[in-house]
């Protein structure tokens, strides 16, 4: 399977404890996106790296979130003293920029679900 | 600042036809749509660029508008396998690399 790969799938947590997840993305595509669903929720939108660039960050995101994605390769998203509103999919996703182009299709990993308890 | 999709909820026959809506407060660069079904990641449909143009997948078809910053996602003679929820996503004009996708709507076809 080449397609987007997360790891763990699913996560279960005490409050206050740390979390990573990982994201392998298709392997030539340069740009990366991590989002957070909730339940009948679209996607929320994250972070964005180009290779190992990290671009954009939500302001929604607090100083608790960080990812990283060194040699432009997999990715990581850490969640640092979790709170019960964390829980959610965390969604990593794909895409082959091309020059001149924003926006591409974007290919989803099956996600992450957390639980803090 | 979401998009916001019309309807919510749709429940459809096999072989009836579906209008998606989806409505942008800011000026978009394109629209991308996809399908999601209950515990399964979103799966890319079709993407439109700005220019009105008009693209078709099989029997799935959408539309952008971008002067009224809206775009349409056409279903025509749904089948069993077009269940699941809508979304529409969006990138602005303002050079963010922000993605951001549509409130969603929940489509549900009946044998």
């Known amino acids: 399977d080449t397609g987007v790969s997360q790891d763990p799938r699913h996560k279960i947590t005490k409050r206050g404890q740390n979390v990573t997840f990982r994201c392998d993305p298709i392997s030539e595509h340069n740009r990366l996106y991590w989002y957070r669903q909730t339940l009948g929720q679209g996607p929320e939108f994250l972070t964005y790296?180009?290779?190992?660039?990290?671009?954009?960050k939500s302001r929604l995101l607090s100083d608790r979130f960080s990812a990283e994605r060194p040699k432009g390769s997999f990715s990581t998203l850490e969640i640092q003293r979790t709170e019960q509103g964390d829980s959610a999919m965390y969604l990593c996703a794909s895409s082959l920029g091309l020059a001149g182009f924003l926006y591409n299709e974007q290919f989803f990993g099956p996600g992450t679900r957390l639980t803090v308890l | 600042q979401q998009p916001v999709q019309s309807p919510q909820a749709v429940i459809l026959r096999e072989g009836e036809d579906a209008v998606i809506n989806c409505s942008s407060s800011k000026a978009l660069y394109s629209v991308h749509w996809y399908r999601q079904k209950h515990g399964e990641a979103p799966v890319f449909l079709m993407i439109l660029l700005k220019g009105g143009e008009q693209k078709g997948h099989e029997k799935i078809s959408a539309s952008f508008n971008e002067k009224k910053q809206q775009s349409s996602l056409y279903l025509t003679a749904s089948q069993l396998s077009y269940s699941g929820t809508y979304f529409c996503?969006?990138?602005?004009?303002?050079?963010?690399?922000?993605?951001?996708f549509g409130t969603g709507t929940r489509l549900k076809v009946l044998a």
């Open positions: 996503g969006t990138g602005t004009t303002s050079g963010t690399y922000k993605y951001i």
């Open positions: 790296f180009q290779n190992e660039a990290q671009l954009e």
